[in-house]
């Protein structure tokens, strides 16, 4: 047969009994409203979160470090903690090729980290590092300027404002912004049992340095009877001291402890004043964050002290300390992913937040979406049967025609082409019916969302600034493509076996039949 | 002259092997080019079985069915198919496409079978049979004779060679009836191979060749050298646009 004689006699017969075609597809028509009305909303509420998300700069950042820190507690460590730092040229222009970056912020402080617990130092060292100008004179000059953030922001505890160096001489980085951090609750402990493998061998007692403990004796710490405030002040400072008679009578290493010099100037008979180099400074200080046995376990040292022991442990070169960590933020939130991706491939550890809950959220909304989904494709499951019943009904209802046809030349396929496209027609018709009143529902509900939002100007003010102005849900053609689809399958593996019937039949039978 | 239609030890058994129940055969036959056959006898002869056989309904049991130097007894569903569109069928009672029109049904004649025919086909075979009226009338409306006319055009639609009848005029009235007639002498007059299952003796003076069928075999077979007995109307005798009778079935 022609292909018009084909559509011709089944249009037709549709025209003339669309009464039964509407019946017969009323379960198609079910199951695509069902599930184009909760893929629909689920995507679009999903849509608004990303644009509130999306809307806040932060969204479009990514943290940076360069390696992945050791483990999280002193006593899962196998070996000496690693280091984890970034040379600021390389990794500058590294970062700065990258097309999708629009602009680097720089970590507001300086400081070495350990285990992933960057808890920062007061950010005295801030000031004299993160400004643009000073870290234009720090990088290569091939950087361009407008890689440097601008915001980044000078926060300082410190009343002083700090000089701006010229970026012709750009200003050494003070020792008190080097700092160890171990992230671990007993770093007093940790330091006495490893002292010797660490800091311990650096220290040399002829020289009179020692480690100062900032508040490791709760009960007379040192800060208070020095009179400073915060353990960076202590680093590099010459104490001159009645307590302590001797240099010697320190070990390398020892903890200046007043509590512990009290007691080592028991048997000193003849006071004599001594200048103390303190070299490194532990801070156990409580980090006031609430959280009980909280505390900072910060280290303090010069640079030369830290890169020693960091040598002394890690091996590493130090040489090429900078920044430790980077933020960078993207031009547009959709290459937040992809410059991930780039970031890691030039050997970064990159990650985003914002990203992971972004697509935790769109998970959680296509599985809602997808559970919901079910019991509409459950609904066009049961269809089958319906439907297959129709069409075994129509072909038996037509037997004189499929005899007729026969008997003018059509063959088998023909007759089966025939009876595939009337169920065809079926899934194509009540996906179409499904599908508008599915985005209609979706019509209702968002002016139903707005007009409750509306009678709440606090919500809608909030909504506002999240960059959320409606609720429209746009028609997604995706859905569209693939209720189609799945409702075209549905009805060919229902019509199937009638239409496999019909071609087979008996010219001879089926004309005799009334 | 080859026959255009030769049938060797053709037989059609229904049933199983076991028990099978012969309806037709063994039977033996040829029919010429151009000749007007009846198959004559009563019912349960195996005169539509025969018909079945020859329009390609129907595949044979045994024996061979050679229709323009082709087996079709051995022919597969395919094959069939692309025969029964090269010939032309009428039955008793039509076999319209309900949901067609007149012109619909006509041209589905030649679309059936994949081919394309256009309209003016159709119109001037309505015209010559006095239809042309009923060119986009539903089917279902026409009267019988009407029908009949309809289905005579689907039959021609693709100019075929062979017709085959089976009681074409079986459900008309006596009117519709002389006129149907007339139509098929009109189309064996113009060279067709006609072959026709009849109760009806009103076709005896047409026919070139009789084939008498009982309990499935041929008792008799007779030729004439002429038709054309004046118990029969002629073309000018009958005005097809008059109203025909409705009372046809």
Not at chain 1, 113 to 127: D, G, K, R, S, Y
Not at chain 1, 440 to 449: D, G, P, R, Y
Not at chain 1, 457 to 482: C, H, K
Not at chain 2, 130 to 153: F, P, T, W, Y
Request: net charge negative.
């Amino acid at each position: 047969m022609t292909i018009k004689s084909i559509f011709l006699f089944l249009g037709k017969y549709l025209k003339q009994n669309w009464l039964r075609v509407l019946l017969a597809s009323a379960g198609i028509v079910i199951g695509i409203w069902s599930i184009t009305l909760t893929t629909m909303l689920s995507f679009g509420v999903s849509d608004k979160i990303v644009t509130a998300i999306n809307s806040q700069p932060s969204a479009r950042s990514i943290n940076i470090q360069q390696e992945e820190s050791g483990a999280t507690t002193f006593f899962e460590i196998s070996g000496p903690p690693k280091f984890v730092s970034l040379d600021k040229n390389k990794t500058f222009s590294e970062i700065s090729s990258i097309e999708s970056v629009s602009e680097v912020s720089l970590e507001e402080n300086i400081s070495i980290f350990v285990n992933n617990n960057p808890e920062p130092a007061n950010n005295l060292c801030t000031t004299a590092l993160i400004t643009p100008q000073q870290v234009q004179a720090e990088v290569p000059a091939d950087i361009p300027p407008s890689f440097i953030s601008e915001d980044s922001e000078a926060t300082t505890n410190e009343p002083e404002q700090p000089t701006q160096p010229s970026p012709q001489q750009p200003q050494s980085i003070p020792d008190e912004c080097y700092s160890i951090n171990l992230g671990i609750t007993n770093f007093t402990q940790i330091y006495e049992e490893n002292k010797n493998d660490w800091l311990g061998k650096t220290t040399a007692p002829v020289g009179n340095e020692v480690i100062a403990c900032y508040s490791c004796n709760p009960q007379k710490p040192l800060y208070k009877e020095l009179g400073i405030t915060s353990p960076q002040e202590l680093v590099g400072k010459t104490v001159s001291s009645e307590f302590v008679q001797v240099p010697s009578l320190l070990e390398a290493g020892e903890i200046f402890d007043v509590t512990n010099v009290q007691e080592l100037n028991k048997n000193v008979t003849s006071p004599q004043l001594n200048e103390l180099k303190i070299v490194a400074v532990i801070d156990d200080s409580s980090d006031n964050s609430g959280a009980i046995g909280a505390q900072r376990n910060n280290f303090y040292g010069s640079e030369s002290i830290l890169k020693t022991a960091v040598d002394q442990i890690d091996g590493r070169d130090f040489s090429t300390l900078g920044f430790t960590a980077y933020n960078i933020y993207v031009n547009d939130y959709a290459n937040l992913e992809p410059t991930i991706e780039t970031l890691a491939e030039k050997g970064f550890l990159a990650s985003s937040p914002i990203l992971l809950v972004v697509q935790a959220i769109q998970t959680l909304f296509l599985v809602v979406s997808i559970v919901l989904g079910l019991f509409g494709f459950i609904a066009l499951i049961a269809s089958i049967f319906g439907i297959t019943n129709v069409m075994a009904i129509s072909v038996l209802k037509r037997q004189k025609e499929i005899g007729i046809l026969k008997s003018l030349g059509a063959t088998n396929f023909d007759i089966f082409k025939i009876f595939s496209l009337e169920s065809l027609s079926l899934g194509i018709v009540g996906w179409f019916i499904g599908t508008v009143l599915g985005y209609i529902s979706t019509l209702v509900f968002a002016a139903s969302l707005e007009r409750i939002i509306a009678n709440n100007s606090g919500w809608e003010q909030n909504l506002l600034e999240l960059g959320i102005t409606d609720f429209n849900i746009p028609f997604d053609f995706r859905v569209a493509i693939i209720t189609l689809i799945i409702a075209c399958i549905v009805t060919l593996i229902s019509g199937l076996f009638p239409a496999l019937r019909a071609s087979r039949s008996n010219p001879v039978e089926t004309l005799k039949s009334e | 002259m080859t026959p255009i239609i030769k049938a060797t030890n053709l037989s059609k058994h229904y049933g199983t092997k076991k028990n099978p129940i012969k309806a037709l055969g063994p039977i033996n036959f040829e029919i010429n080019k151009g000749e007007f056959t009846l198959i004559l006898g009563k019912s349960g002869s195996g005169k539509s079985t025969l018909l079945n056989l020859l329009a390609g309904l129907d595949k044979a049991t045994n024996g061979d069915l050679i229709i323009e130097n082709n087996d079709i007894s051995k022919f597969s569903a395919r094959k069939l198919s692309k025969y029964r569109a090269s010939i032309g069928i009428i039955f008793q009672f039509y076999n319209l496409l309900p949901n067609l029109n007149t012109i619909e049904n006509i041209l589905m004649g030649a679309w059936a079978g994949g081919s394309k025919a256009n309209k003016t086909r159709a119109r001037e075979l309505m015209k010559q049979f006095g239809i042309d009226h009923r060119e986009k009338s539903n089917v279902k409306i026409l009267s019988g004779g009407e029908k009949q006319r309809v289905a005579i055009c689907r039959a021609l639609i693709s100019d075929p060679d062979i017709l085959f009848c089976d009681e074409p005029t079986g459900a008309l009235d006596s009117n519709n009836e002389r006129q149907v007639i007339e139509i098929l002498k009109q189309i064996s007059d113009s060279g067709k191979t006609i072959i026709m299952v009849t109760h009806s003796k009103e076709f005896t003076p047409l026919s070139d060749k009789i084939i008498y069928l009982r309990d499935g075999l041929i008792v008799d077979q007779n030729e004439f050298e002429h038709k054309n007995q004046p118990t029969v109307p002629t073309t000018s005798n009958i005005n097809y646009s008059m109203p025909l009778n409705n009372n046809a079935v």
